[in-house]
């Protein structure tokens, strides 16, 4: 086990819905990444954060967004929820941001959301 | 733009054998390469790092070559055993970044 929780492990939401996703880190890890898993794929890079603020965001649309809390909780929000939407979301938490550093992300199990 | 290739074809081996798996990459240099598990309708499950300037990496029955002339790691799983069976995901990960770029993934099946 990670010590990476994540909640709820599933979601069905209709389309234009919003939706947030928790997530739990391991204690000390200041970064938090987001990733976007379709049915075959491998994860997508969503967005990180780092001390609470973003750190970083891959090609998703600004209805996609985040919040990170002091005390190693997070959060992913998405507005106007499409079907494309439908995915494994996982977090993943890392000791430490670096230029260059090679840290270790660990994984939550995943929130499986169904977007009808 | 950044491309990784893994066998989208699951390989399927019998209980003993070592698996090897591909992982090659286009258009980018990573600083360094990781491999992860993934179970299903789990999340990914670090296994091991290598860096661009290291050729070979072992762990128990695992090892993990990077050949930055050709693009492409390879990742060995020696002995292996039904419990191995799994999806494995490459990640050459570029310097500067701590975010992921993964591959599709490789499932494997490991027969007794």
């Known amino acids: 086990e990670t010590g990476v929780t994540q909640s709820p492990t599933h979601l069905i939401k209709t389309r234009g819905q919003q939706v947030t996703l928790r997530c739990s880190s391991q204690?000390?890890?200041?970064?938090v990444s987001w990733y976007q898993q379709a049915l075959g794929q491998g994860p997508q890079f969503i967005f990180q954060?780092?001390?609470?603020?973003?750190?970083g965001r891959g090609n998703f649309p600004p209805r996609f967004s985040g919040l990170q809390f002091p005390n190693y909780s997070s959060e992913l929000n998405v507005n106007a929820l499409e079907l494309d939407d439908s995915a494994l979301y996982l977090c993943a938490s890392s000791l430490a941001f670096g230029q260059g550093s090679a840290d270790t992300q660990y994984f939550g199990p995943g929130t499986r959301l169904t977007v009808l | 733009s950044q491309k990784i290739e893994q066998n989208s074809e699951a390989l399927n081996i019998q209980e003993g054998k070592t698996a090897t798996l591909t992982c090659n990459y286009t258009n980018y240099s990573p600083a360094y390469l990781q491999w992860y598990r993934q179970d299903p309708g789990r999340g990914p499950v670090f296994l091991l790092l290598i860096r661009e300037n290291e050729k070979e990496k072992r762990k128990e029955r695992l090892k993990v070559t990077f050949d930055t002339t050709l693009k492409q790691s390879l990742f060995h799983i020696t002995a292996s055993q039904p419990a191995d069976s799994a999806t494995y995901l490459c990640a050459p990960t570029p310097g500067g970044y701590n975010k992921l770029i993964f591959g599709a993934g490789t499932r494997l099946a490991v027969h007794p």
């Open positions: 204690s000390g890890h200041n970064t």
């Open positions: 954060y780092y001390r609470e603020e973003e750190n």
